[in-house]
């Protein structure tokens, strides 16, 4: 016994080592007494070992005194277990360690929160002792899975020609979409550098700089509120960046990656081979979201024609009063009991709705069943059967009103009806193209033209389209990649003439000047022979959520902080000296409390 720790780890020993010695060190993950015999499962990073002290053995006396998450070294001899008390489900359940020595290397006080099982705890307990937490089979485990697919990613990206670059983290401020986190200068007092949202202008230099195939796996931070699906503060992003590339090549280059990771990952569940490219204007309209759950079937249409003019006064009035008016159908396939169809319209007012409007079909009933089916008679209501496919034991749900205003609620009842019914397929990933996103939208509060998305996306059509065309129907050479109802990913052919950027950002009330102070750096590049280019970054966090089956993405980080944007275990954010305030030049004008 040379190594001073261990001669094999928890989780190495196997049948073929009985009859030899060993010496392990690890974690107590409990300790069990059987009639005077003690057994120790003793873990750690690799895996889990049976000890055994009998009380003939030197080493039970320090085996009565350990507890739970005690550090111990044991020197024994390994044996095959009993017959019948094998563990298949452990790799070394077939044999145990009878223990000779044990050396207590670190006790552990009482636990704030278990480590064996999986019991729930207030997070902000597993957040502040999240060392402890990591130290749970599911979370370390997701942690590892997370590593194992950053690697798999990283050598998929070096196999087809990319080149890993790190780009600076102390840059200038930029408007991403986000607030920036600000770090004040020393050396230069007044003036603050900012924290990257994302790599975008680095990358995009350098391609301009000539090294054609960009990726890095990049930490990008926003000063946003969290949510289950978006951390505060930092984030990881598979960024990438392509030379001489259409919209499609990207497609053709990444499709292939993401679509061989998630294969690699997926466990028991499939992946859909056919990634649709489905155009924005068409998702809102089908799915009422720009990042649908294909694993649902459920697609909308618009049946307006079949409630103008018709008996159901209150559709039929909307309609002739505001040409902008729609009535959109949210199919239910096997939802044909008046007990769902109440159930949806309870669950609609509770979402601060009137109700929802329904129509259902019962055998050997004719013309369909519910209010609606009877205000606008058998002829309307089979011809909106038709055009749904729908038959008996079906459903029908209708949202009415300008789209813009209930395409998100519209949305929502889409996804509850593929839940409700279990028609959403919970064991695939489906993945999709979003395309052709509008290149403005329009600001309410500014009245005024905006960037609907990426302000460096080309728009289709060059400047030809943003000097001929009405800027709210320019689409954009913008995409993301969903996957089961998440975005996973946005990117877009970049806008690389000057001439094109400048007219881009004066329709969005910005002129030159500020094309040249917040962006001076692009602008300046661009006027030196830019490659047409482009690219993507793919969301890291989220991806690994979806593969490990999370909910939330604390689950897959190692040291997040809590819903209210603090580092628990660490204590930050927390207050700066007087002496670091003077130095920096920064009077603090605190609100008051």
Not at 177 to 205: E, N, T, W
Not at 391 to 415: I, L, N, Q, S, W
Request: charged share 25%; proline share 7%; aromatic share 10%.
């Amino acid at each position: 016994m040379t190594h001073r720790y261990r001669s094999h780890t928890c989780g190495g020993l196997r049948a073929e080592h009985a009859g030899g010695e060993t010496r392990l060190s690890g974690w107590v993950h409990r300790v069990r007494d059987h009639g005077g015999v003690l057994f120790i499962d003793l873990r750690d990073h690799y895996g889990m070992t049976q000890v055994v002290a009998d009380p003939d053995s030197a080493a039970f006396k320090t085996a009565e005194k350990v507890r739970s998450e005690w550090v111990i070294r044991v020197d024994g001899k390994v044996r095959p277990r009993p017959a019948g008390t094998e563990n298949s489900e452990l790799p070394t359940g077939a044999i145990e360690v009878f223990a000779t020595e044990i050396e207590v290397l670190s006790q552990a006080a009482e636990l704030p929160l278990p480590v064996f099982g999986e019991p729930d705890y207030p997070e902000d307990t597993r957040l502040k002792y999240r060392f402890l937490d990591l130290r749970r089979e599911t979370l370390h485990k997701n942690i590892m899975t997370r590593t194992r697919i950053i690697a798999a990613l990283r050598n998929k990206m070096n196999g087809i020609g990319f080149n890993e670059f790190s780009t600076p983290i102390l840059t200038a401020s930029s408007p991403e979409g986000a607030r920036d986190f600000l770090v004040p200068s020393r050396i230069h007092p007044g003036k603050f550098f900012a924290l990257p949202q994302a790599p975008q202008q680095y990358k995009q230099l350098l391609m301009v700089a000539g090294f054609d195939r960009y990726f890095q796996i990049a930490p990008c931070f926003r000063d946003e509120d969290p949510r289950a699906d978006r951390l505060p503060g930092e984030f990881y992003q598979l960024d990438l960046e392509m030379s001489f590339v259409t919209q499609d090549d990207l497609f053709a280059t990444m499709e292939p990656v993401i679509l061989e990771t998630f294969s690699q990952f997926a466990g028991s569940k499939t992946v859909r081979k056919d990634v649709p490219r489905i155009p924005y204007d068409v998702s809102m309209r089908k799915y009422g979201t720009d990042k649908p759950d294909l694993r649902n079937p459920v697609e909308m249409q618009a049946v307006t024609e079949h409630f103008a003019g018709s008996g159901f006064k209150v559709f039929a009035g909307m309609i002739a009063s505001d040409p902008k008016v729609e009535v959109w159908a949210v199919p239910a396939p096997k939802g044909g009991s008046r007990a769902f169809c109440d159930r949806m319209n309870g669950w609609a007012q509770g979402e601060g709705q009137p109700g929802l409007g329904y129509v259902f079909w019962r055998e050997g009933e004719e013309g369909g069943a519910g209010p609606i089916a009877k205000n606008i008679g058998p002829e309307r209501t089979e011809a909106i059967r038709k055009q749904l496919g729908l038959g008996v034991g079906d459903a029908v749900f209708f949202v009415a009103g300008r789209p813009e205003k209930f395409v998100k609620f519209a949305g929502d009842a889409r996804t509850r009806v593929g839940k409700e019914l279990n028609l959403t397929n919970e064991n695939e990933y489906a993945l999709a193209w979003i395309v052709d996103f509008p290149f403005y939208e329009w600001d309410e509060e500014e009245k005024q033209v905006a960037f609907c998305h990426n302000p460096f996306s080309m728009p289709q059509g060059g400047i030809e389209a943003l000097t001929s065309q009405d800027p709210l129907t320019i689409k954009a050479f913008q995409y993301d990649m969903v996957c089961n109802g998440f975005e996973i990913a946005s990117g877009s052919i970049r806008n690389h003439s000057p001439e094109t950027m400048v007219k881009a950002f004066e329709i969005a009330g910005m002129g030159k000047d500020v094309v040249e102070e917040k962006f001076g750096g692009m602008y300046r590049a661009f006027q030196y022979g830019a490659p047409p280019h482009g690219g993507m970054a793919f969301g890291v966090d989220r991806i690994v959520m979806l593969l490990v089956g999370a909910s939330n993405l604390r689950e897959i980080t190692l040291f997040p902080m809590n819903q209210q944007a603090q580092d628990l275990l660490m204590g930050a954010p927390s207050s700066a000296t007087p002496k670091q305030l003077r130095e920096l030049h920064i009077r603090l004008n605190l609100p008051e409390s």
